[in-house]
């Protein structure tokens, strides 16, 4: 997954909390950070993301980053 879009593990958490709790909005500030619109940095990448795997697979994914930060953190 941090393959997937090039970004951190601190940068791709938000993503992938935004697609679970907020749906993709392409004019919305993307949610790495970045300061510019998702159609213009990550959107590509949300969108085929969402329309490939299950809501299911995102949350699982989603809760498996969680779990490594929090064990790298500690």
């Not at 601190?10 to 004019?27: E, Q, T």
Request: glycine share 8%; with cysteine.
């Amino acid at each position: 997954m941090l393959e997937y879009f090039n970004l951190t593990i601190d940068k791709v958490i938000p993503i992938l909390r935004y697609i679970l709790f907020h749906g993709i909005k392409r004019n919305d500030l993307c949610p790495c950070g970045s300061g510019r619109v998702i159609k213009r940095c990550h959107g590509k990448k949300m969108i085929e993301l969402a329309n490939g795997i299950k809501k299911a697979g995102v949350e699982e994914i989603y809760f498996e980053l969680l779990n490594y930060l929090k064990e790298k953190c500690e």
